[in-house]
C-alpha cells in the first residue's frame, strides 16, 4: 500500500462548480498534513495547511479524519485558474518529525 | 519571501557524464531536499540534509550523491549520468522550526535529459 495516495483524475468540471478531493493515508502516526499545488511546469507550492478541526481559506476547505486516515480538499465556486494538480502531503514519522510524504496528485481541469 | 533557486531550467547531459545541481536557498533554512519527479510516480526523495555536512539518504539514492559545505546550498551530483535519471529534479527547502512544520518551499526544478 503507498503511503500516501490520490485519485489521479482528471477531474472536469465547469465554472462555478465544487469539487472534492480526497487522500488516505497509512501512517496512523503522523502529524502533519498539508495540500501543494502544482501548476503545469511549474514548482508546488503550499496551497494550505491541514489542522485537526478543519480549515478554511476562502474558497478552499480542508478536513482531516484520523480514524479513517484521510483528507480533504474542498474547492467552492470553481475557477479557471484552479485548474492545476493537487498533492496531498503528509509526514512520514510520528509527531511532526520526518520527511513529508507526496501524494501522486490529483488533477483538476476547470471548464468555462 | 522564501526564495530557493536552481542552476539550470533545462539541462541536456550524455550518458556517462558527470552532472552537478545547485541548489541555493536564502531564507537560512536548516533542512534541504532533493527530489525528482516523473509522470504516474510523483515527487519521490533522492537525499535530504538537516545541516552543514550532514546528508540522509531518500527513497531513491542510487546513483546520486549530495553535498552540503554551506548552509545555504545543496548540491546533487549524478557520478555518471544514465538515461533513466532524465526526469525533473527539484530542490526544496523547509525550516527547522516553523508555524507549520515542515511545510517545504521548492526551487522552480531542473529538467535534465540524458542521451
Known amino acids: 500500500r503507498k503511503e500516501v495516495e490520490q485519485d489521479p483524475g482528471p477531474f472536469n468540471v465547469p465554472e462555478g462548480a465544487t469539487v472534492a478531493f480526497n487522500c488516505t493515508y497509512s501512517?496512523?502516526?503522523?502529524?502533519?498534513f498539508f495540500w501543494y499545488r502544482q501548476d503545469c511546469r511549474k514548482e508546488p507550492k503550499l496551497l494550505m495547511s491541514?489542522?485537526?478541526s478543519g480549515n478554511e481559506d476562502g474558497r478552499f476547505t480542508a478536513q482531516l479524519n484520523r480514524a479513517s486516515q484521510y483528507i480533504s480538499l474542498l474547492i467552492r465556486d470553481s475557477k479557471l485558474s484552479d485548474s492545476a494538480t493537487y498533492l496531498c502531503v503528509v509526514n512520514s514519522r510520528a509527531g511532526n518529525t520526518g520527511k513529508l510524504i507526496f501524494g501522486q496528485g490529483t488533477t483538476l481541469q476547470v471548464k468555462p | 519571501d522564501v526564495k530557493v533557486t536552481q542552476s539550470s531550467r533545462y539541462l541536456v547531459k550524455r550518458t556517462g557524464e558527470k552532472v552537478f545541481l545547485e541548489c541555493v536557498q536564502d531564507m537560512d533554512h536548516e533542512n534541504m531536499f532533493w527530489y525528482r519527479q516523473d509522470p504516474g510516480l510523483g515527487l519521490r526523495l533522492i537525499y535530504f540534509?538537516?545541516?552543514?555536512?550532514?546528508?540522509e539518504k531518500g527513497d531513491i539514492p542510487e546513483g546520486y550523491s549530495v553535498s552540503r559545505e554551506k548552509k545555504e546550498r545543496f548540491s546533487l551530483i549524478l557520478e555518471s549520468a544514465s538515461t533513466n535519471q532524465t526526469s525533473m529534479y527539484l530542490c526544496?527547502?523547509?525550516?527547522?522550526?516553523?508555524?507549520?512544520?515542515?511545510?517545504?518551499?521548492f526551487g522552480p526544478g531542473t529538467r535534465l535529459t540524458v542521451t
Open positions: 501512517n496512523s502516526a503522523s502529524q502533519s
Open positions: 526544496a527547502s523547509s525550516s527547522e522550526v516553523a508555524g507549520t512544520s515542515y511545510e517545504q518551499y
Open positions: 491541514v489542522y485537526s
Open positions: 540534509s538537516y545541516d552543514v555536512k550532514m546528508k
